[in-house]
């Protein structure tokens, strides 16, 4: 039986386009002795909170709230592995409806790579990594900065052996969410916000390079020709076997 049971948010992302990254988390969980739920999809609607429409925003929110609060009731943690998400899900629910059942899914909301971290400081995790002989350029997002978890990801990619990892700080990679998307001319703002970050870990030179934002992830894969991943995937490949 499972010590305890956690549920996990996915977040849009994961849902509907990289389904790895999911599968990875709840790999990873289960490695560990937990018990991972993953509840009925919803849109955290933070998106909507962006572009100023903030009635829709709410009732977004009440609907994810509704969905969640059942399992915080029974004493569950909630598990994120999108920044947004889970930023949103901490920092703007509380402002949006303030109530007590979105304060108590705000307390009990973790990101993924905090959470683990937690887990190994209490010698709960699993060191069973295989050896990985890899460099590993992170880029923080601006989600988790916003969260003061600049460097959690980077810490647990490196207790696999034989990695090096290199924590690149140039700023925001440009994409800003979906701002990047919007016209031809944002796509080239972005581009040139971007530029010190991209030209930094091409200098690097790493074999892979890893950051929790999908976003990010699809703005930094399509100016450097390297593989950009999730950290969990990195993570969830170190515990599995060489040979299969």
């Not at 990875?24 to 739920?37: A, P, T």
């Not at 003061?148 to 990619?157: D, G, H, P, Q, R």
């Not at 925001?172 to 990047?180: E, K, R």
């Not at 080239?188 to 934002?213: H, R, Y």
């Amino acid at each position: 039986m499972a010590e305890k049971k956690v549920v996990y948010y996915p977040g849009c992302f994961v849902n509907y386009f990289e389904h790895e990254t999911g599968k990875s988390v709840i790999e990873i969980m289960e490695k560990n002795g937990l018990e991972v739920v993953v509840p009925q999809h919803a849109c955290c609607g933070l998106t909507l909170y962006y572009s100023g429409d903030l009635s829709y925003a709410r009732f977004r929110a009440y609907n994810l709230v509704n969905i969640l609060s059942p399992f915080v009731e029974q004493g569950y943690d909630i598990v994120v592995s999108c920044p947004t998400c889970c930023y949103s899900l901490k920092e703007v629910y509380p402002f949006l409806l303030a109530d007590k059942q979105t304060m108590a899914i705000a307390q009990r909301t973790t990101f993924i790579s905090q959470y683990l971290l937690k887990l190994y400081s209490e010698k709960k995790l699993s060191t069973d990594f295989r050896p990985m002989s890899q460099s590993v350029v992170y880029h923080a997002p601006c989600h988790l900065r916003s969260q003061n978890l600049s460097i959690e990801s980077a810490k647990l990619m490196a207790l696999v052996p034989e990695t090096s990892i290199m924590v690149i700080d140039r700023g925001c990679c440009g994409m800003g969410g979906t701002w990047g998307m919007h016209s031809k001319f944002q796509g080239k703002v972005s581009a040139i916000i971007g530029s010190e970050l991209f030209n930094a870990i091409v200098e690097a030179a790493p074999q892979v390079v890893a950051t929790d934002c999908a976003g990010c992830q699809m703005h930094i894969a399509s100016h450097i020709n390297r593989r950009v991943i999730h950290p969990v995937r990195f993570l969830a490949e170190a515990y599995q076997p060489l040979y299969k």
